[in-house]
């Protein structure tokens, strides 16, 4: 994963074993649609399984919102050349202590 901490923080020259910030890469994922007359999500849990079968190093799950189905990663391969789980930005718990700040920080 690309380290973007110097992208993100200030005095990002900070001491070794500092945080890091680090992304995943971007990836496409694409996969053939079979013919067949299945429901929407049935028919992507069926693309989203040949595909996780045909593309090793990365596992994706289907999950139904509103309306809507989001393919979200589930695992990935790791440093140590095994599958791990994926902890998903957009699930990190985010604490704002209440203070007062200045328009800069």
Same mark, same amino acid.
């Given at each position: 994963? +690309?380290?973007?901490?110097? *992208? @993100?923080?200030?005095?990002? #020259?900070?001491? %070794?074993?500092?945080?890091? $910030?680090?992304? +995943? =890469? ?7 649609? %079979? ?5 929407? *999500? #049935?028919?992507?849990?069926? @693309?989203? =399984?040949?595909?996780?079968? #045909?593309?090793? /190093?990365?596992?994706?799950? $289907?999950?139904? /919102?509103?309306?809507? *189905?989001?393919?979200?990663? &589930?695992?990935?391969?790791? *440093?140590? /050349? =095994?599958?791990?789980? @994926? =902890?998903? $930005? ?10 007062? &700040?200045? +328009?800069?920080?």
């Amino acid at each position: 994963m +690309p380290d973007v901490t110097p *992208l @993100v923080q200030e005095g990002s #020259s900070a001491a %070794p074993g500092a945080n890091r $910030v680090l992304v +995943p =890469k971007a990836a496409i994922l694409s996969f053939p649609l %079979p013919a067949t007359n299945q429901d929407e *999500l #049935s028919t992507v849990n069926t @693309v989203v =399984k040949i595909y996780n079968e #045909s593309h090793r /190093g990365f596992v994706f799950a $289907v999950v139904q /919102g509103v309306g809507l *189905l989001h393919v979200v990663p &589930r695992q990935m391969t790791g *440093l140590s /050349g =095994k599958l791990e789980p @994926v =902890k998903l $930005v957009l699930d990190t718990v985010i604490t704002i202590e209440p203070k007062e &700040r200045t +328009p800069l920080r």
